[in-house]
């Protein structure tokens, strides 16, 4: 009850009760929220417009209404990510269901996430086993696939904090260091083959805030060219795939092992290590991870971007296709 008393109002909400925060990212609060027409659960991201930047027109537009100063942090227009998120159409991408905006906010409507960050789960879970992570890291490859290949989008920010589940996975936490996934805890929900029952439902991006599309669907051509393409506009859209690519990687290497490839606390030492792509598969916390696996991450956190893999070179590796673990025995 003091929880709900805490919940802000917002004007131009009024369809909908909300019931507790979810998220708060750098740009926004997300609300776990009922429609009261409906019944239906959703999340709602809540955007306060002065604090866009000014880079874009519309935004332009809403500064000068609020007399406020642009924020200097490189942020894409809202309604850019609206509109690359309206007509996404994939079950590994968190749906937009409606979009509106009050005289302060913009207001996403998004399918509920009940599950919250891949993040939490990793933090709880340590790492996870490779036919776990493999279950995980195919979805959000998938959705990548989509992104890149049907709809000509760069999603630009993959990572955990941004990769969602449906429902709360169950996934015992009681090992703190759990180095295979126990199957004897499972009872209830899909069976994963190689990982066992216990459902731990789909993972979805979101979070589409710095996504860019550099294909047109329509046209079949490169975005903000009509014919006379230039070899470098080209090659950018091949390039800023690779960005994802990278970032998967990354993803990939911290499930496996419950730590990111990069980091130091001076923040000029790990963008040095980034530039030179320094990382190592460190003992022994991956003493006992497949070289499928490491394979793999080699090929993705390659920092040649011509070299490194794209999504379909992803999806046809073969920790991708590992044979999956025998079910096991029911007596
Ligand atoms: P930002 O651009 O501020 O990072 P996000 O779209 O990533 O905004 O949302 C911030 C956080 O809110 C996410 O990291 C997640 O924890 C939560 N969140 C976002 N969308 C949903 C959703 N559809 N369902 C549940 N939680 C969500
Ligand atoms: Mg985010």
Redesign the pocket.
Known sequence: REEKSKMPHYAGLENFKLIEK?????????Y?AVNRSTGEK??I?V?RKYELNSTQDGNKHLNEKFKQRPRVTERANILK?VKIMRDMDHPSI??LLSFSESREFYF?V????????L??QIVKLTYFSEALARHVILQVANGIRYLHEERGVIHR?IKP??L?FERIPIIPSNNPTPRKYDEDKEDEGEFIPGVGGGGIGRV?I?????SKVVWNEETKTPCGTVGYTAPEIVKDERYSKSVDMWALGCVLYTLLCGFPPFYDESINVLTEKVAKGYYTFLSPWWDEISSTAKDLITHLLCVDPDQRYTIDEFLAHPWCHAAPAPAPQTP
């Open positions: 979810m998220g708060d990212g750098a740009f926004s609060n997300v776990k959703v999340a991201k955007v990510e968190v749906k996403l998004l399918e509920l996430m009940e599950g919250g960050e993040f939490h920010d904090e941004n969602l979805k979101a979070d589409f805030g710095l």
